[in-house]
């Protein structure tokens, strides 16, 4: 038989964590098909991969492309990294399920996050539904989807802080089994972001239990990653106890100074939740500051019913005086960005309708405001015109944290970024284009957190296994040819805070199901991704 396509000469890692060895490998009709040596008739393409290490296709655990995939199908900044699978969906918020009645609300919801774009004509309702939208525009990576606790909330009772009654616990139950049934990985939530603020951990737990028989993944943006970090990821823990499912800490990190070095007492917790039998891990990016969108630095009743509800209380003496008391309270338990990290290190990094603040501080912002004045008013002032639509990158994480996540056998690594191209402008965090190169370079290779081995280990077969899927995140014959070569003297990230639509370098050819999307470290345009579903 003829191969399509022959990689000679690389130094194959298989993503086990086991060493390089040096082997050609050889992809026909989307898949591995053979490894060992092949000579250069073999195959109707050959390429040369001297110097160059041979891996599984990048894994990314948590992101958000399912929000911009519409608009940016070629996924640029993924791809470049050498991402070929995305788990997206996450922190709560997803595209689907919709429902009639709260359609506006829940569009509302995610629209901080969705590009303009022809494609996203909302024509969807339900988690299969999307995915046939996305696979019928095309797509170059492929796509795992998780379904958004906050999102399925909404379709069954708007964005009501209420607890749900027993018809709307009986609904939402019926969409989580049916997304399930559709192909999705799992749930996941946002319990910073309302509606998922307004779940109490009963409402979770019993809507969790759908998950079990079925065995899909709980992956969780905790309630609070500071000041109550530890009793948040207690909280995720019991799903995890309560229905033997598995557990995924998402974007695992210590908010604010005063919160630093609390990873070594979590990363200790996961390790004994794991010996009491609970399968849980984490992910993280290697980056020191997040990044969300601007309500999130609102209390949570201030988010009650939705959007324009917001902007009317930014409008209300009486609401600004109560917003601005649960800001400068001591110890709240909602995750207050304002009080972790200081209005001097959150930088605005998208607003659409005043792109001039791009890069700018928080606090040089409401600067502008007159001198003596409460900078949260000058805050409130500029939310309430911008309409909440702008996203922020905030510093508050400690780096010495950062690399005992990282090079903690139970994390693996994930870019947390909404997908992105050149053409969209704004400054994004610039893990959308670095993470994957970042963490190669800078904390394996230069860093040596770990051995190469190990930290490609924790971007292909980890994530891969974690969601069951089959047939990818190793080279193995017979598996899917998800392949990225990239040359290990090389390989960095160059995207900045500054200057975020930079691609990496080093990272010369990327394949997805058999298909050249990156040829020479340039992108090809082709949409060979598929759509994951659940096995
Ligand atoms: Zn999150």
Known sequence: MKMDLAIRNGFLFDGTGNPAVKADMGIADGRIVRIGRIDGTEAGRTLDAS???????????????DNGILAFPSADSHIMQGVTTSVTGNCGESMAPLDDGTIELARRYVAPFVPPCEAVDWSWRTSGEYMRA???????????????????????????????????????????????????????SGLIYPPGSFTGTEELLELAGELAPAGALYATHLRNEGNYLAESMEEALELGRRWNIPVQLSHHKALGRPNWGKVRHTLRMMEEAR?????????????????????????????????????????????????????????CQWENWIADAGLENIVLSECSLRPEVEGKTLREIVGTHAAGADPLDGLFDFLAEVRCLAKMVIFAIDEEDMKAVLAHPLSCIASDAWVSAPSAGGRPHPRGYGT???????????????????????????????LGLQDRGLLREGFRADVTLFDPYRICDHATFTDPHRFPEGIPWVIVNGAVVVEEGRLTGRLPGMILRRA
């Open 51 to 65: 110097g160059l290490a041979v891996c599984p296709g990048f894994v990314d655990m948590h992101n958000h492309g």
């Open 134 to 188: 996305v696979a019928a525009v095309g797509t170059a990576q492929n796509l795992a989807f998780l379904v958004g606790q906050g999102t399925i909330r909404i379709a069954a009772k708007g964005f009501a802080s209420s607890r749900a009654s027993a018809a709307e616990m009986a609904h939402m139950k019926a969409l989580l089994r049916e997304a399930l049934a559709d192909g999705c990985f799992g749930l996941s």
């Open 275 to 331: 010996a009491e039998g609970i399968d849980v891990c984490c992910d993280a990016y290697p980056y020191t500051a997040a990044s969300t969108t601007v309500t999130s630095l609102l209390p949570p009743f201030a988010l009650e019913g939705g959007v324009e509800e917001t902007l009317q209380r930014l409008r209300e003496p009486e609401a600004r005086r109560r917003m601005a008391e649960e800001i400068r309270r001591k110890g």
């Open 436 to 466: 994957f190169p970042r963490f190669l370079r800078r904390y394996v290779l230069d860093g040596k957190l770990m051995t190469l081995q190990e930290g490609i280990r924790k971007i292909t077969s980890m994530p891969a296994f974690r």
